[in-house]
C-alpha cells in the first residue's frame, strides 16, 4: 500500500488506514475474535496506521489494538483522550493529561504513544496556551511521540493548525461533508499539518448498503444519535437527514466504476483530495477491512465524477449541513 507523511509526525502511514471505533462500542455487538480478525486482515492488507480512542468501549479498542501492535511493532497507532471526563475546558489540564494518557499507554502496552489527540474539545480548549504546553511536555517526557487535536468543525480545525505544535488535525470529510475542502485541507498543506479523514462511509450510508427498512440495534449510535443528543450530532451520517442521505446515495451510485464497490468509491473520493494523510474507515469484519484497504489500489476518479459528486453535494446537501460544521 502507497503511504504519505502524517503531518509533522514524522512518520510514514498507509493512505488507507484503520478507524477502531466500531470494536470498542456504540455500532452494536462486534465479537472479539471478529475484531481481531479485523485488525490483523487490515495489517495483512498493508495498512500501518490505526486510530483509536480511550472512551471506545472504555478501553476496550485500545486493549485490542494494544494486542495487535504487540505483533507488529511497526504499527503507528494513534489514539484519543478527554471525552471520558465531562466536556469542561477546565478539565483539560495537565495532571488529567497525564492520568489519561497513562491509561491509554497501559491499554496499548506502550511506553511511548506514536500520536495523541484531544478528542474533538470544546472550544475555548484551542485558545488556551496552558493545554498545548501540557501536551508538549508529555512529549518532552517520551509519553507521546506527537500531539494533535480530533475537531467537529472547520473552524476549530484551522485553530487547531495554527497552533505550532500540532501535528495532525482529523475532521470528518466524505462525499456528503465537502467544506473542508474549502479552507482546512489547503491550510494544512501549507502548515505542513497531517489530515485524518475520519466518518469517511458517513456512518454506513456511503457504502450503499443501508435502506428505509434497516434498522440498529439500541446500542448503535445511529439509533441513539441521530438528534446528537448523546454526542455532536454531525458524527452520525455526517449530520444528514437519513432520507436525505438515501436519496444522495442513489444519485452517486451510477458514478461508481465498475471495478469498484460503493464503498471503495467513497474512499477513493477521499483519497483524491489534496492534502489528505490517511482515511480511517472501520471495519467490523475481516471481508470488510480488506475491501477498504483495496481502495489504495484504485485508480483515481475522473474529473467528470468529482464534477458530478460536487453537482450532487450542492443540490442535495449544501443547504442542510453546509453551515453547520
Known sequence: MRTRELGTTGRQVSTVGFGAWQIGGAWGTVPEEDALAALRAAVDAGITFIDTADVY???????????????HPDLVVATKIGRRAAQDPQNYTAANFRDWIDRSRSNLGVDTIDLVQLHCPPDAVYTSDAVFDALETQVEQQRIASYGVSVE??????????????????????????????????????????????????????????????????????TFNRDGSAFDRGETFSGLDYATGLAAVERLRPLV??????????LRWILDQPGVSTVIPGARNAEQARTNAAADELAPLSADVHAAVRDIYAELIHPEIHHRW
Not at 158 to 182: D, T
Not at 257 to 265: K, L
Open 57 to 71: 468501549g472504555d478501553g476496550r479498542s485500545e486493549r485490542l489494538v494494544g494486542q495487535v501492535r504487540r505483533e
Open 153 to 222: 468543525s472547520c473552524t476549530q480545525a484551522l485553530a487547531a493548525i495554527r497552533r505550532p505544535g500540532v501535528a495532525s488535525v482529523q475532521i470528518i470529510l466524505n462525499a456528503f461533508r465537502h467544506k473542508p475542502l474549502e479552507q482546512v485541507l489547503p491550510e494544512a498543506r501549507q502548515a505542513g499539518v497531517g489530515v485524518i479523514a475520519r466518518v469517511p462511509l458517513a456512518s454506513g450510508l456511503l457504502s450503499g448498503k443501508l435502506t428505509r427498512d434497516t434498522s440498529f440495534g439500541a446500542d448503535d449510535h445511529r
Open 257 to 266: 466504476p465498475p471495478t469498484m464497490t460503493m464503498t471503495q468509491f467513497a
